[in-house]
């Protein structure tokens, strides 16, 4: 069986999580709690992250970009990346920019400062990064809903590995109840599609402990 | 013909004119102040970052990563991933590593602090980031010399996108003196076999304006 270490809230494992499912791989998850660096946690990665998938054949990978391009290539069936290295330059250009970028500006000053903070213990929220997290969000959501405007999903006609890295941010913040929804209608239409996917349900679903979910975080109609 | 948008000391921009070399691939160098923000180069990418790789069709890309993949997916003659799924993987788990944990730790500490700073007209020198960045060398001479004994090159038996990632970090660094060779025997020689290859030459042939190198910077015998 295929085994996933992760952390719910977490959005690269969010993306490894939906890619697995819009590729029909069945995954035994195995929830980490990587603030506590167990030792046998640490014996399956000495970096002490997560995601870490471990292939039915023992093949243990480490790293969202390592991960990604290997499910892309041994299960080419679903491919998420795109059909021809002009699409995929677009769809990897579009998951570094809301890995990294948003990640960056809104990810890591929301949930970073607001719960793994929490977890890590390491001290008090800084307001500060929290008000920079909450500005920046309006200039990503005008972003993803010009692309799929154009486009249909962000990097093209078909979904990809950029929907799902930017899909898994949001997701992660709109935990908190930290996205505006009401004045992105477009960003909102594309994540509303997200959303229903099959491969999106379960993560949805699942509840990071001690912190509730905003009331509209799993609803269809939000 | 191919156009590459740099600046000499950055990482990122090595690894790409390094892989076009391996490639055998022509490219027309343009160096871009980017600091300067300028214009017409703002107009080409809009993030304002280096590199930029116009193909002589004229598709542009941006991104370390996927510029990378691209090149390796449309010049496939001299591979630089690898030959197979996991090899790939291991290759690009290396590339992480070197790309992103040693160029936090060690290479924004040290050219960050030392050189861009000056061009970015950001202040001071911040002492303690030098000083970390010195003493997290050693663990990485450490792994790059565990790595080359085994494998030949870091990721196997020949040379990869791993290779360029961490001779690019390492190189940029050694521009600045601050690379204790005479105690890593292993990083040392395998560092000198990456030196000596047509693909780097014309990189450290190449100096930086306003900061000299250091005195074996270029030497094959350091």
Redesign the interface.
Known sequence: MRTLYHFTLLPACRIVRSALGEKKLEVDLKAERIWEQRDDFLAVNPAGDVPVLIEPDG?T???L??IT??LD??YPDVPLLGDD??A??ET??LM?WFDQRFGREVTDNLVGEKVLRRFYRTGQPVSDRIREGKERIGFHLDYIGYLAEQRNWLAGEDLTYADLVAAAHLSAVDYLGDIPWEKYHEAKNWYARVKSRPSFRPILDELVPGVAPARHYRDLDF
């Open positions: 093949t990978l480490t790293e970009w390592v391009e290997y290539e041994v290295p002009l995929r330059a990897r250009r570094v």
